[in-house]
C-alpha cells in the first residue's frame, strides 16, 4: 500500500497540469475532484506550485478552491501571487473569507490588494474586517437582497430573475426590506411572496419590526439566538438599524466548531495559529518551541522543590521512582476538572464566579478518587511488586497519603482555573493546563518529601 | 457578588413556580427568558425537580427545552417521567432529537415509550434509531414536505397553506416530488415556484434526477457535500432511492462541532459520556476513576524503568529533579505532534497510511526543537542554579542529550499514533494521550538513566 506520494496521487496531476498550462484539462480534472478534494491536493503541494495552480484556473474557479482550504494557507498563497490577480480572486470570494483571509496578510499587502479590488467588494472587505471573528459582525456575510420600502412585490420577483446568476450564489430565504438610509424596516419571508399577488407593495406584507441580532453580539449570543428562533438566517444592524449584513445558522454552528477544534489544539500546545506539515520547518519550529520553552520554565520551578528535598530523596531512592507517576496522576485528575469546566462555561451552565458551587461539586468527586487512587499507589509501594525498590507500609502511607491529598488540590484547582483565566478575560483553552501542571508538581513533589521527611525513621529503619 | 445560588437564582424560579403548579405563569416566565436560558436554569435543578418543571407545562412547550438540554439529562430527565408524558414530550420534539435521546435509554424503556407515542412519531424514531449518530441517517431530520409526481403547483401551494400551522416548524426551502414508492424523483426550490403559473404539474418543472446523499454515508463525506454544494440541505435516500429524511447543512456543521468538542473532552480524560456537575457524586467520580486506573497502571509500567535504574540514581541524586520534566516535556512536545496528525485527519489532508510522511516532517522539528531543548536543560543541569543540587558538565551531557533524543522519539511517536489508532478503527482522541505519554516515559527514563549509568564515572567524580 503506498505510503508516499505516488504518480498517481491527486496532487501531482495538479501540478503537471499547472506546469503544462493547461488550463481547460485542469477544470475539468478539478471539477472531477470536488472542490474540497482539489483542496486537499492543493494543500500538499509548496506553496509556489499552489500559485501555478491557482493562477492557471480562472478567477471565479481559483476562488471556489481558495475558499475551502484554511485561512492560513489562503493568505501564504495569495501574497504570492501578482496583486491584480490576487484582487481578482478575492473579489470572486464570499465577503466573510475574503475578510478573513485579509486579516491575516500585513498592513500594506491588505491595502495593495484592496486598491486593485471591485471597489463595492472592497468597501465590503473593510468593513468586516473591521469585526472580531466571535462577533455578528466577523460571522455574517455581506451577500444579501435589500428592496426599498415603496417596491412591489412583481418589482421585487422581477429583479430576482434579471439577476438570477449574480444571485445563484446567495442564500435566499428572506429579503430584507430597508428605508432610504438602509435602516432595516422589514423582512419577507419568500414563502409569503409565493402567495401574494404581484402588485402588492413589500411594505405593506412584510414582517414589520423584524428581528436583528447587532454586529458586535457575541458568538454565545448568536448560538443562543438561533437556539430560541428557528431560523436560518438573521438581519445585521449596528445601532441605528442600518442593515450591514446577514447571520445564517450553519455559520454559526461551523464557528462553533471552529472555536472547540482551535481549544483542543491550545490544550494540546499548538499555539499562534494552525499549523499544517506543509508550512515551513522553521515557522512550525518556533512556534512549538515557543510553548514549549515556557512549560519547561514551569517545569524547573516545580523540580525545584525537589532539589529542596535532595538529602530525604538519598535516604529512601524509592520515592524517585513515584514522583512522576504522582505527577502525571495530579496533571490527568486536575484536566478532568478542567475540560468539565470548560464544558460547562461554554453551556452556560456557570457562571465566573461560582468557584464554592465548583468546589463543592469537584471536592466530592476529588475525596472519593484520592482515596482510590491514594489506595491503590500505597499498595504498590508497599509491596514493591518484582522487588524493584525496598517497600513497606511508611513507604505506602507516604505516596498514598500523598496522591489522595494531591487529587483533591487537582480537582480543585482545575475546577477553578477555568473560570479564574475566564473572569480575567484569558483564554482558559491555551493557559489552563500549564498553570494546573505547575501547581499540582508543586503541591506534589512537597506532600510526598515532606511526608517522607516527617517519616524518615520509618522509611530508613525498613531497610 | 453572589457566588452561589441566590433567591433570585433563575433556577429558583423555576423551582417555586412548578412547586405551586402555576403554569401559566411558568410558561410566562420561560417565554420571558429564552429557550436556552430556561434549560440553563433547569440544568442546576435535581432531576426531580426537573420532572416537576417539565410536567407543569404542555408538552409542545416542554420539548423545546428538552432539546435544548444535553442528551443525556434529557434521557435521565424522561425515564423519570410518567411513560405518557414523557411519550408526548418525544412526539412533540423533532425526530432527530427524539431518536438521539432514546439511544441513550435502556431498550425496556424505550419499548415502554415507543408504544405510547404516536404511531407515526414512533415510526420515525424507530427509523433513525437504526443509524449511528455520525451518519447521514443519524443527522437527518424527518419532518419534510413530499408531493406526488402528478401534483400542480396549485396543489402544492394550497396544501402548504392549508397545513401552514403543522409546517411551521419545517425549514421548507425545497419541496420533493416522489413516486408511488416514495422513491425520490425529483426537487422543487419554492424560488422556482415563485416563477411558475399554478396550472403547471410538479413533475414538469422539478428538477430530476436531484442530488441525494445515502443514509449511511459519513459526517465527513456530509461536510464534503457541502462544501461541494451551496445548498441548506439534501434528501437522503436509501439504496433504492427511497426517501428517507434531509440533513441540514446547519446540523452537519452542528455535528462537526459536537466532535471536536468530544474530542477535546476525551483528550482530557472525560470519557463514557457526558459530565456535568448536576449528575450524581458516584456517576462522575467512577467515570473519571476508570480513565485514572488505566493511566495510573500506564505510569507505574513506566516508573518500573527507574526502578532498574535505583543503584545509579542513589549516586546521582540530582538526576531524580530531572525525571519529571523530562517526562513532562516529551509528554508536550509528543501532544503538540498528536494534534497536528488529528488536524490533519480531519481535515483529509493525510491519509492513516502516510507515516513515512508524517515521519519526514515531524522528524525536521524534532531535531530543531530537541537541540534546543536539550541546550537549554543541559545548560541548567549544569550550572545548577541556587545550589540545589550537584550539577557539572557530565550531568548536563545526560540530561540534555536525553531529552534531545527523547524530544524526536515523541513527535515521530505522537505524529504517528493518530493514524495507527485511525487505520485500526480505533479513537485517536481517546487513546493517543496514554500511549504517547507512556512509550516516551519509558524513553525518557531509559535515556537518562542508561546515560548516567554508562557516563557514572564521571558524574561521581565531579562531586
Keep these: 500500500m503506498p505510503t508516499t506520494a505516488s504518480e498517481s496521487a491527486p496532487w501531482t496531476l495538479l501540478e503537471e497540469l499547472a506546469e503544462s498550462g493547461d488550463a481547460a484539462r485542469l477544470k475539468e480534472e478539478t471539477d472531477a475532484m470536488g472542490l474540497r478534494d482539489t483542496a486537499r491536493a492543493l494543500s500538499r503541494l509548496d506553496t509556489e506550485t499552489q500559485a501555478k495552480v491557482i493562477t492557471t484556473l480562472d478567477p471565479e474557479d481559483a476562488a471556489e478552491i481558495v475558499e475551502e482550504i484554511t485561512d492560513s494557507e489562503a493568505a501564504e498563497l495569495l501574497a504570492m501571487l501578482d496583486p491584480k490577480q490576487a484582487a481578482s480572486i478575492l473579489d470572486a470570494m464570499e465577503s466573510a473569507g475574503t475578510a478573513d483571509v485579509l486579516s491575516l496578510l500585513p498592513e500594506d499587502t491588505v491595502d495593495e490588494l484592496l486598491s486593485h479590488m471591485d471597489p463595492e467588494e472592497a468597501e465590503d472587505a473593510r468593513l468586516l474586517r473591521q469585526y472580531e471573528e466571535d462577533e455578528a459582525g466577523g460571522i455574517m456575510i455581506t451577500e444579501y437582497l435589500a428592496y426599498p420600502e415603496d417596491y412591489t412585490v412583481r418589482q421585487v420577483v422581477s429583479d430576482m430573475r434579471d439577476h438570477s446568476e449574480d444571485y445563484a450564489h446567495y442564500s435566499v430565504q428572506y429579503v430584507y426590506v430597508v428605508d432610504k ?34 454586529d458586535h453580539d457575541s458568538l454565545d449570543q448568536l448560538v443562543d439566538f438561533f437556539s430560541d428562533y428557528g431560523f436560518l438566517g438573521v438581519p445585521v444592524t449596528d445601532e441605528d438599524s442600518k442593515l450591514l449584513g446577514i447571520v445564517r445558522r450553519g455559520d454559526v ?211
Design 181 to 214: 438610509d438602509e435602516r432595516l424596516r422589514g423582512v419577507l419571508p419568500l414563502r409569503d411572496m409565493l402567495l401574494t399577488p404581484g402588485k402588492e407593495i413589500v411594505s405593506s406584507i412584510m414582517i414589520k419590526n423584524p428581528i436583528a441580532v447587532l
Design 253 to 463: 454552528m461551523e464557528a462553533v466548531g471552529d472555536r472547540h477544534q482551535s481549544d483542543f489544539l491550545k490544550a494540546q500546545g499548538i499555539i499562534g495559529g494552525e499549523e499544517l506539515r506543509t508550512m515551513p520547518v522553521m515557522t512550525r519550529a518556533k512556534r512549538r518551541l515557543a510553548w514549549l520553552s515556557i512549560n519547561i520554565g514551569l517545569n524547573f520551578i516545580a523540580a525545584s522543590i525537589i532539589g529542596i528535598y535532595t538529602g530525604t530523596l538519598e535516604q529512601v531512592i524509592a520515592l524517585a521512582i513515584f514522583l512522576p507517576v504522582i505527577s502525571d496522576m495530579s496533571g490527568c485528575s486536575g484536566n478532568q476538572a478542567v475540560a468539565v469546566s470548560m464544558r460547562e462555561l461554554t453551556l452556560g451552565l456557570i457562571r465566573p464566579t461560582e468557584f464554592f458551587y465548583v468546589w463543592l461539586k469537584e471536592g466530592m468527586v476529588g475525596m472519593i478518587n484520592g482515596v482510590a487512587l491514594g489506595v491503590l499507589i500505597a499498595c504498590v509501594a508497599w509491596l514493591a511488586p518484582f522487588g524493584l525498590w525496598q517497600g513497606g507500609p511508611a513507604l505506602g502511607l507516604v505516596v498514598g497519603g500523598a496522591l489522595c491529598l494531591n487529587t483533591l488540590v487537582a480537582v480543585l484547582l482545575g475546577g477553578t482555573i477555568p473560570l479564574l483565566l475566564k473572569r480575567f478575560e484569558q483564554d482558559p483553552a491555551l493557559a489552563s493546563g500549564p498553570i494546573l501542571t505547575t501547581v499540582t508538581d508543586m503541591c506534589g513533589f512537597f506532600f510526598v518529601l515532606s511526608f517522607a521527611t516527617a517519616l524518615l525513621p520509618y522509611l530508613v529503619g525498613g531497610e
